[in-house]
């Protein structure tokens, strides 16, 4: 090391790298710290100790070491000097106490002070720009040995080497700062180099642990010399060693009590007394002497003021600055009254603009300038010293008097003087000072600093665009000025408001100086040049320079001109709007963006200042300029693209690159490794000037870098493709959106943002120590996942390996927070972190294709919601028992925050205060900051307190309070700190209630994510869950599955409603929907296995659940209704629930069932015991439930008003007034006790819909709602069915004061006409679709509510002046159903059970009182009717309509639909041929005289013939035989156990069956059989009604000649016996099993036979 430094060379180049310092500092400082002790001693008594000591002391005897430093040879470097003088020391401290070691030491450190080793220290090292730009660990690190070093060396040099310092120091007069400039040490240069080290690392004086003894009583000995008043030079550096001491609020205030004239003596030559008093002095000097001065220069009075004094001035004015800028702010103020009222100056700043405005030198008015500008923040009194700024008149205002003169021109002296010297530290000084005058002024400087606009234009226009084109004899005084111009800039567009161009129009004042800026920004002018000279240069040729000297002072104008179009950024869109409306400023409509944009390369050029890597804080603001960039440009990405890289750029590390994007690509990536890396200490620790402090405490802060791209990075996801954020994120972006599509991603050969972010997220400590940015990363991931453009690219990436994303950091959701963070967004990160990747889990589960990612679907299912059954000891999971997805849920109930309330936090008196105030107004307001509120939107757009406008809102609102109350003088004080305290209580409460919002939002986002999750697990994923399930536990059987979504609905409604009862409102609806998709998919289920899939028989309810379970979860859902009853949001989704949940519970009990279906699946289950016994059983546990429920009900009957309100409601949305009167028709049906329906009635709200469907529903079904409308109807005439259905004579006393069909004559919807028949569309407004299901549920409350009350006269009246007032409409539905097509359209179903309605209605009302009705309704409705038996009252093949035609699949509206669509249609058509039987039954009743023919009359076509009837008895008896066969092919199917029945014989069947699924399961065939059953019950009750019509008219002649031939003649007989007689053979066979309804049928058939034979006989 000796050696190395021995041949160091001092005298670098200016180009040389920073490295080469760094090492050479590195080797110095390992050398001071080898050879010197690690203890600063400052005694020599005690011989050496330590083995360290030992070890050096043997050290000095080494010949070779002797030899290159106590050897004669000149010193060849000043690192040599330093390695001789510290090995001086060490001989001194080591070596023995006597003569001859101690004159060996000074030798050697004589010659090290002769060469000048301080001066090279302090000038060559710790002024370089190499070491300036070392980070502050670093410095601190090189201070700390150089400062054990000088510390030793004072130790060992007392009593020979400082004397001759000191001599040295008296024998030289010079009339600069320091005492020479290479040559031999003095007393000067030791003490600068010593003020150096303190300025540099203030702790070295400051730390009672590391402060040394020996500097106190060696400034004692120079003050008991006098040294201090002999030389000047020794006073400076003395003066510069106090300002080094002064660091920091200790070293201020101890520096301030040390100059006091009380303290320091009055014979002391250095005291704040002294100094002010020699400055008011030389202001007497110069006001006595003549003013003869015509241009602003006099230069005979120069010398009033000698060098040397300049330069004592100057020293103590930098310390005067150095002292009131560190020392505490609740200090400084009695400090400058102290020393006004000592030296008799007030205020203080004014001996300095006296002196200042006197012809002193340059140096000195700069010294001046600075310690104005500390005072102004000192003293808070920014008003008065721009007062007494303007009255020095130093820049002569633009539209001043001619007759104003100004005692001091600093235009002259810049354009003259310093302009000539080339040095410009006057008005660099000047400037600064109008810098920390508009920062203290703040932005609501006095007329937006209309009344200082000349000093702007004076920095504007003098300074600032005539930089380039000056000379300087110092290049960093030029950057320096630069960059204080630039900051100008900066403050007054800060100090823009709204309003102030308004307020300029017709005023002769000069404009606030940033509506100038703004101005000649938004032209593209000079001021626009001068802000972009250094981004034009590129980032390449800055980087270049930044090893220069002037390096660091471009760097921080670089700084400042990027936060300048920051600012002007922010302001330039409102500002421009209010420019737009006043024409006499002229036509302005671009935005800064567009004027940058004029050249395509300028904005290119500046967001890649990200790549500027030797400046965090550079950085930072090319990363906001990007934000602007990026939103107001979409385009932006295809711009970079398209662009090409300056001429003459350098590839990146090597790396090829033809374009600007790539470059781009690199640079950000590069920045946001870095500030991962880095934890954000460094860069957060950074003032607005870009200089490193030291911050413990923002060690674990995000770096803003990390957080402003990862904001970029989101905030491109939600514009046009491709944007910004898939440029450097990695994707194809230059084939436009398709290439985002199939983008290969590649992290490991693209170095681009997502390798970053992917790194990040797959570092397993990274969740713990960067939550932030770890919270983030995984946001921007899932974003890009979620995006249609860029799914498939990412989904793909992450399913590989190692980008195994999900997989791998799964334990973040399941992690137990044992120490909970102290700071709220920390928390709040964490929760992020664990909702991103539930997020992440949902997602997958959603796109997996499961012929691809089977397994990992099942992976995902089974580590949340299979059931852990873990031991007492285990520690490696987070619940002991139960799923991961139950912990979650667990998590979030524990996890409940309270949100802090105004009213309760703050104490009565500080709301007193603040009413006072009118804060609390301000406080309770939600009025954003740009209307002039206090509150702003957070990142994801939560309102929360803006804390900078609420303190200013509370200073403003306490000063004016304040004010008021001084006219009460006995109470100002006492008031006063009520005030203060009331408003520090008030911002409290703010940065608490912002805390909770961050974390509430946070646990929202957890809720959302897991009902994401489970709900798709439940929706689409559930049959792999049931595999999962089946498979991990083989006992549970298929049921296992919804054991869980039992398990899961159970503790989601514990959760929810705990949530409820502790305020949790902001959590429940995303759980609220949890708790619909569970009981939906029970329900749905319950429909496919039900107790009729459910082949062991051992429970009644669907999915193995007893009823007391079953029971538990009612009433957990009627207490969380009753919790949630007044939030709107949370109502319909459980009104759906609750409707799931009844559909669920309310499945046919066993003894309703087909005994046929029955006998089969106890055969097929194997049933033990007597299967009357297990039905019984079954039954009494489903009666169970049902009375369990219905009691619930009567319990819970306040709960029917929230119902009810919600129902008759007009404001009500219509999917939750639909949901509401579905949920009551439920309850009314499983309550039979009728206290839910007599609730209703109560309410009136029976009445309360008649009269809605009467004079409204005609106006909602033709408009565009008419979709929703025609759902609320629905469910209106649903509970009106359910309360007429109900045949108790209870009830019917109530309903009889309802008259529902009696109000529904009324009904204007019933006779609208639908449009033109169309091919049948499911588009949701199809008009003619609407009314249908309206008409179909009203004519069944008609029949329901005749059918209930068949003994009523006024019912039975009501319904023939219903039939007779809507005969147009009955008409036209059997119209419809009779056609064969029209225009393309067909019946269908709904208009086969229309007419069977319409004709159900009919044959309940009596033929004569129809037939007495205006407009003979009974008449046009026989004509209907007669029209659609000719049409189905025949064979199939014989028949030309729709509804019985075998290939429908191209026409009917359910083409679409699954094939189980199809197998009602046979059905409603069977019914629809029962009702035309019963018609004809009514028919031929109604007259005795009345009967049809046997064969078909030419004068009545439409007529119905006996012939016609036998067909139709032929095809209800085919219908018969194929059901009875098909039934027994299920039966023996179930019976055995097979999931697929033999069905040859169905292909014969012409639809029907046919037209049916292929039944593949146990659920599917139990279906398929229970249609089947009804299939062959409705063909065998239209057997009997045919046969007992034909009965009818053949039993009546009873051989009866005469009456036969009423009947037709014998031909016709005889054709109808022959077409009777195969059917009646068939229907005599005895069919199956023995049925009451067979029986009948047999002997109808043998009757009707029998009358035959008898009438042909005869």
Same mark, same amino acid.
């Given at each position: ?288 002497? /003549?003013?003869? @001065? ?6 005979? $009075? ?44 007030? =205020? ?12 002193? =030198? ?150 606030? =100086? ?8 938004? *032209? ?23 090893? $220069? ?7 921080? #104008? ?76 979409? #385009? ?231 059931? +852990? ?95 008021? @109350? ?13 005030? *203060? ?10 940065? *608490? ?26 929706? $689409? ?104 009853? @007044? ?127 009467? @004079? ?5 079904? /033709? ?15 649903? +509970? ?27 009904? $204007?919807?019933?006779?609208?006409? /639908? ?98 009705? /205006? ?238 034979? #008898?009438?042909?006989?005869?």
């Amino acid at each position: 090391m000796a050696d190395g430094l021995q041949g160091m060379n001092a005298q670098r180049s200016p180009e040389e790298k920073q490295a080469g310092f760094r090492q050479t500092y590195t080797i110095l400082i390992a050398f001071l710290n080898a050879i010197l002790p690690p203890v600063i001693t400052t005694s020599t008594d005690d011989a050496p100790s330590t083995n360290h000591e030992i070890a050096l002391g043997q050290l000095t005897s080494n010949q070779e070491l002797k030899r290159l430093f106590e050897g004669d040879e000149d010193i060849k470097s000043g690192f040599h000097a330093v390695a001789k003088l510290a090995w001086g020391v060490m001989i001194y401290i080591t070596g023995d106490d006597n003569n001859q070691t101690h004159g060996r030491a000074q030798k050697v450190m004589h010659a090290a002070c002769e060469y000048g080793v301080f001066h090279f220290v302090h000038e060559a090292v710790l002024s370089s720009h190499s070491f300036v730009d070392e980070g502050i660990a670093q410095k601190q690190h090189y201070a700390s040995g150089l400062h054990k070093l000088v510390i030793q060396f004072l130790n060992a040099a007392r009593t020979h080497e400082i004397p001759a310092l000191l001599a040295r120091s008296k024998e030289v007069e010079t009339r600069t700062l320091h005492a020479q400039k290479q040559g031999a040490d003095s007393l000067p240069s030791l003490l600068h180099c010593l003020a150096s080290l303190y300025k540099l690392y203030p702790d070295l004086w400051l730390d009672e642990n590391i402060k040394p003894d020996i500097v106190l009583p060696f400034m004692e000995y120079l003050r008991d010399q006098s040294a201090v008043e002999e030389s000047a030079t020794l006073l400076v550096a003395w003066l510069d060693l106090l300002t080094g001491m002064a660091s920091g609020e200790e070293g201020a205030r101890n520096v301030f009590e040390s100059l006091l004239t009380s303290n320091a003596g009055s014979s002391n030559p250095v005291s704040w007394l002294r100094m002010l008093m020699a400055m008011r002095e030389y202001c007497s000097r110069y006001s006595q002497q /003549p003013d003869d @001065n015509q241009e602003g220069q006099q230069p005979h $009075k120069d010398c009033l003021v000698p060098p040397e004094d300049v330069a004592g001035l100057s020293a103590f004015l930098a310390l005067f600055s150095q002292v009131f800028r560190d020392g505490a702010a609740s200090q400084v103020g009695a400090w400058i009254t102290e020393l006004q009222n000592e030296s008799s100056i007030s =205020p203080l700043w004014e001996v300095m603009f006296q002196l200042m405005c006197h012809p002193v =030198p340059q140096k000195l008015k700069a010294a001046c300038n600075e310690a104005i500008g500390v005072l102004v923040v000192a003293t808070g009194q920014a008003s008065a010293i721009w007062e007494r700024l303007q009255a020095a008149v130093v820049v002569a205002p633009s539209m001043q008097d001619d007759t104003a003169v100004g005692q001091y021109d600093i235009s002259y002296q810049l354009a003259e003087i310093e302009a000539r010297a080339e040095d410009y530290s006057e008005t660099l000084a000047f400037v600064r000072l109008l810098n920390a005058l508009w920062k203290a002024s703040g932005p609501g400087i006095h007329d937006g600093g209309r009344p200082y606009a000349h000093f702007s234009h004076f920095v504007l226009n003098n300074v600032l665009v005539l930089i380039g084109r000056r000379q300087y004899k110092n290049e960093v005084q030029k950057w320096e000025l630069f960059a204080a111009c630039l900051e100008h800039l900066l403050l007054v567009i800060g100090a823009l408001q709204p309003g102030m161009v308004q307020a300029q129009v017709g005023s002769q004042a000069a404009p606030p =100086p940033g509506l100038s800026v703004m101005m000649e920004l938004l *032209r593209g002018g000079n001021v626009m040049k001068s802000v972009m000279q250094l981004a034009d240069e590129g980032v390449e040729h800055l980087l270049e320079g930044r090893g $220069k000297p002037a390096g660091a002072a471009r760097e921080a #104008t670089l700084l400042v001109s990027l936060r300048v179009l920051v600012t002007a950024l922010q302001t330039d869109i409102w500002l421009l709007q209010e420019l737009r409306q006043v024409p006499s400023t002229g036509h302005w409509t671009e935005t800064l963006d567009a004027v940058m944009k004029r050249d395509s390369r300028r904005i290119s050029k500046l967001i890649s200042c990200v790549g500027y890597t030797t400046s965090s804080a550079v950085q930072v603001e090319a990363i906001r300029l990007a934000h602007f960039f990026a939103a107001r440009q979409p #385009t932006l990405a295809d711009t970079l693209v398209q662009q090409k890289p300056t001429a003459g750029s350098s590839d990146i590390a090597g790396i090829p690159l033809s374009a600007t994007w790539p470059r781009l690509r690199f640079a950000f990536a590069g920045c946001l490794q870095s500030a991962f890396c880095h934890s954000g200490s460094d860069t957060l620790s950074r003032d607005e000037d870009g200089n490193s402090e030291a911050d413990p405490s923002t060690a674990m802060q995000p770096d803003p870098r990390a957080v402003l791209i990862l904001q970029l990075l989101l905030a491109g996801l939600h514009g046009p493709v491709p944007s910004l954020t898939h440029l450097l994120m990695g994707f194809d972006v230059t084939r436009g959106p398709e290439g985002l599509y199939d983008s290969q991603l590649d992290p490991q050969q693209d170095f681009s943002c997502l390798a970053v972010v992917l790194d990040m997220a797959l570092t397993p400590s990274q969740p713990g120590q960067q939550p932030v940015l770890y919270e983030q990363c995984l946001e921007l991931v899932y974003r890009l996942a979620e995006q249609a453009h860029s799914r498939e690219a990412m989904l793909s990436l992450l399913r590989k390996p190692p980008y195994s994303l999900l997989m791998s950091q799964i334990g973040v959701v399941l992690q137990v927070d044992e120490d909970r963070p102290q700071e709220a967004q920390i928390r709040a990160a964490r929760l992020y972190q664990r909702a991103r990747l539930l997020q992440l889990a949902a997602l997958e589960l959603h796109c997996a294709d499961l012929a691809v990612q089977d397994a990992t679907c099942r992976a995902l299912l089974q580590v949340f919601f299979l059931w +852990l059954d873990t031991d007492d000891d285990s520690d490696d999971l987070p619940v002991q028992a139960g799923s991961h997805i139950l912990y979650i849920l667990q998590f979030v109930g524990t996890a409940m925050l309270q949100q802090p309330e105004y009213v309760n936090e703050l104490s009565s008196g500080c709301r007193q205060s603040l009413q006072d105030m009118g804060v609390d107004a301000v406080l309770q307001s939600n009025t954003p900051v740009e209307q002039g509120g206090v509150l702003t939107r957070t990142r994801r757009g939560q309102l929360c307190y803006d804390m900078a406008a609420l303190t200013q809102e509370l200073k403003q609102r306490y000063v004016a309070t304040s004010a008021d @109350n001084l006219r009460y003088s006995s109470e100002v004080a006492e008031g006063s700190d009520e005030l *203060r305290e009331a408003c520090r209580e008030a911002l409290r409460f703010a940065q *608490r209630y912002n805390a909770w919002l961050e974390e509430a939002a946070a646990l929202l986002a957890v809720v959302q994510a897991w009902q994401q999750l489970v709900a798709v697990a439940v929706n $689409k994923r559930f049959d792999i869950l049931q595999e999962v399930a089946t498979a991990a536990d083989d006992s549970a059987g298929p049921e296992a599955a919804l054991q869980i979504v039992h398990q899961l609905l159970s503790e989601t409604l514990y959760i929810l409603h705990e949530l409820l009862v502790a305020g949790g409102q902001s959590l429940v609806l995303p759980i609220t929907q949890v708790v619909e998709a569970c009981m939906a998919r029970l329900q749905e289920q319950a429909l496919h296995a039900g107790i009729e899939a459910t082949s062991s028989l051992q429970f009644s309810m669907p999915g193995g659940q007893v009823p007391a379970a079953t029971l538990d979860l009612f009433r957990r859902l009627l207490a969380v209704l009753d919790r949630g009853q @007044n939030q709107d949001a949370l109502r319909p989704h459980l009104y759906a629930a609750l409707l799931s949940f009844m559909q669920y519970s309310h499945g046919r009990r066993p003894a309703q069932a087909s005994p046929h279906i029955l006998r089969a699946l106890l055969k097929a289950g194997k049933a033990n015991g007597s299967s009357d016994r297990l039905v019984a059983d079954m039954d009494d546990q489903s009666r169970q439930v049902e009375d369990g429920i219905a009691w619930a009900l009567c319990q819970s009957l306040p709960l029917l008003s929230v119902v009810i309100r919600d129902a008759a409601a007009q404001t009500t949305r219509p999917a939750m007034k639909s949901q509401a009167l579905t949920l009551l028709a439920s309850w009314v049906v499983a309550e039979p006790s009728l206290a839910v329906a007599n609730k209703l009635h109560q309410q009136d709200l029976p009445n309360r819909i008649l009269e809605d469907l009467v @004079n409204r529903a005609h106006e909602y079904l /033709p408009g565009p709602a008419a979709g929703a409308a025609v759902q609320v109807i629905e469910a209106q005439l649903t +509970l009106l069915l359910r309360l007429s259905s109900a045949r108790r004579s209870s009830l019917a006393e109530v309903t009889d004061d309802v008259h529902i069909i009696g109000k529904l004559i009324d009904c $204007k919807a019933i006779d609208l006409e /639908p449009e033109e028949p169309v091919l049948r569309s499911s588009h949701r407004h199809d008009r003619r679709r609407h009314i249908t299901r309206v008409l179909l549920l009203i004519l069944q409350v008609v029949n329901s509510e005749l059918a209930a009350k068949r003994q009523s006269s006024e019912t039975s009246r009501h319904a023939v002046s219903f039939v007779a007032q809507h005969s147009r409409m009955m008409q036209r539905v059997l119209r419809e159903a009779s056609v064969g097509s029209l225009n393309g359209w067909e019946p269908g179903e709904k208009e086969a059970e229309l007419a069977a309605l319409v004709l159900s209605l009919v044959t309940r009302l009596s033929f004569s009182q129809l037939s007495q009705q /205006p407009g003979a309704p009974a008449d046009a409705l026989r004509e209907g009717a007669h029209r659609l038996l000719k049409a189905l009252g025949c064979v199939n093949e014989a028949s030309h309509s729709p509804l019985v035609q075998p290939h429908r699949e191209s026409k009917d509206d359910t083409a679409d639909a699954p094939p189980t669509a199809f197998q009602t249609l046979p059905l409603k058509v069977a019914r629809l041929r029962c009702a035309l039987a019963r018609y004809l039954i009514w028919e031929v009743n109604a007259s005795r005289d009345f009967r049809y023919q046997i064969r078909p009359s030419d004068s009545m076509p439409y007529q119905p013939c006996l012939l016609q009837l036998s067909g139709m008895l032929k095809q209800a008896a085919r219908d018969r035989q194929a059901a009875s066969e098909e039934r027994q092919a299920l039966l023996d199917a179930i019976q055995s156990g097979s999931g697929s029945a033999g069905r040859h014989h169905l292909a014969l069947q012409e639809f029907g069956a046919a037209a049916r699924q292929k039944p593949q399961s146990l659920p599917s065939l139990l279906t398929t059989a229970a249609q089947t059953e009804r299939e062959l019950q409705q063909a065998c009750l239209l057997a009997e009604l045919l046969l007992a019509v034909m009965l009818q008219h053949l039993a009546e002649s009873d051989g009866d000649p005469s009456a036969l031939s009423r009947l037709g003649d014998n031909r016709a007989l005889l054709s109808l016996q022959r077409a009777l007689d195969p059917t009646l053979d068939y229907l005599m066979q005895r069919q199956g099993n023995k049925t009451s309804s067979t029986e009948a049928t047999e002997q109808m058939a043998r009757e009707l036979k029998g009358y035959l034979s #008898t009438a042909i006989s005869s």
